[in-house]
C-alpha cells in the first residue's frame, strides 16, 4: 500500500499530528479496514482528480484549483477506498464534526457534486439539506458557483433556484431546509446534512435515509460544528459513533471523524487548537493533486 494512502492515520496514532482520542480511534480503525476490506485505490484517486477539477471563487485563493488537504485526503479514503466482497462501498454514513473556517462547507459541497457527476451512478439524486431555507441556500449557491467554473458554457448543467440537473446521467442536486413540508417522496443516492447540531428532531435526516433503500452505494454526510444540546438529535448520534469508534459497537457503514479538544485540554493553549481545527496542519501534498 503506498504511503500516501497511510500517511495522515500513522502521523496521527504516533502523536506527530496532534489530535484528540476520536480521531486517533479513527485512525486505528481506518488502518484495521485494511485486513478486512479491499482498498480501491482508483476510487479515492477519482475523486481527488475530480476535486482538483474545482476552482476557489473568494479571496486569496480565487481561480486556484481545490486541493485536498492532508485531513480531508484521509476522510476521502475513508468514504471511497474500501469495498466489500461485491466491489460496494463499506462506508455509508458519515460524520464530521470540526470547528469553523476549517473548509467544511466547500469540502462537503465538492462530495455532493462528485455524487451528482462523477458517481457512476445514473439517475443520482442529491439532496443538500439545512435547519432553514436560508443555511441551505448558502451550500446550494457554493454548489452552483463550482458548476459555474467546470461549465462556462453551459453545456452540461441546467441551473435553476433549487435545483441542478445534469442530464448526461439524468441526474440532478436540490436543496431542501426542515422548515418545508414538501420533503417525502425522494430516491436519495447521496444526501449531505449541514450544521445538524441545530437541527430540531431528525425527521428530514430520518425520511431521506429512509428513500436510500434502493441504492446499492447511498451516502448520508452529515458535516457539522459543535453544538451545546447534550439532548438533541446531532448530539445522540455523536455518542452513537464515538462508541463505534471505541469499540463497544460495531457498524463497519459508519466514518467519524469528530475533530475536537480532550476532556483535560486547556482550550486556551495554542498547542491544542489544532485538535478542532485540522486546517491548521494543512501541507498541500502534490502526489494528491492527480494529472
Excluded at 449557491?141 to 441546467?158: A, N
Excluded at 413540508?181 to 436519495?188: E, K, L, P, T, V
Excluded at 460544528?225 to 463497544?248: D, H, P, S
Amino acid at each position: 500500500m503506498e504511503s500516501k494512502y497511510t500517511d495522515y492515520p500513522l502521523k496521527v496514532i504516533s502523536g506527530e499530528i496532534p489530535a484528540c482520542s476520536y480521531v486517533k480511534q479513527a485512525c486505528k480503525r481506518y488502518l484495521s479496514f485494511f485486513d478486512k476490506y479491499y482498498f480501491d485505490t482508483d476510487a479515492v484517486d477519482r475523486v481527488v482528480n475530480f476535486c482538483s477539477h474545482l476552482k476557489h471563487f473568494t479571496g486569496k485563493s480565487n481561480g486556484k484549483p481545490f486541493v485536498l488537504s492532508d485531513f480531508q485526503f484521509w476522510i476521502v479514503c475513508s468514504i471511497y477506498g474500501f469495498k466489500d466482497k461485491d466491489g460496494l462501498r463499506v462506508c455509508k454514513n458519515v460524520y464530521i464534526e470540526l470547528a469553523r473556517k476549517n473548509g467544511k462547507s466547500f469540502f462537503a459541497a465538492a462530495l455532493a457534486l462528485y455524487g451528482l457527476i462523477a458517481d457512476k451512478e445514473n439517475g443520482a439524486e442529491v439532496e443538500l439539506v439545512a435547519n432553514s431555507a436560508k443555511q441551505a441556500g448558502i451550500l446550494f449557491k457554493m454548489c452552483s458557483t463550482l458548476c459555474e467554473g467546470i461549465d462556462r458554457k453551459k453545456k452540461f448543467f441546467k441551473r435553476y433556484r433549487d435545483q441542478i440537473k445534469f442530464d448526461k446521467t439524468k441526474s440532478f442536486l436540490q436543496v431542501l431546509s426542515t422548515d418545508l413540508n414538501n420533503n417525502d417522496g425522494w430516491n436519495s443516492s447521496v444526501f449531505v446534512v449541514d450544521e445538524y447540531h441545530s437541527a430540531p428532531n431528525s425527521g428530514m435526516y430520518d425520511v431521506l435515509k429512509s428513500s436510500q433503500g434502493m441504492r446499492e452505494q447511498p451516502l448520508a454526510i452529515v458535516i457539522t460544528t459543535a453544538g451545546f444540546n447534550l439532548f438533541g438529535v446531532c448530539y445522540q448520534m455523536r455518542k452513537t459513533y464515538t462508541e463505534i469508534l471505541a469499540g463497544l459497537k460495531e457498524d463497519d457503514t459508519v466514518f467519524a471523524a469528530i475533530y475536537t479538544l480532550d476532556e483535560d485540554d486547556d482550550w486556551k493553549d495554542p498547542k491544542n487548537f489544532i485538535k478542532s481545527n485540522p486546517n491548521l496542519n494543512v501541507t498541500v501534498k502534490e502526489q494528491y493533486l492527480l494529472e
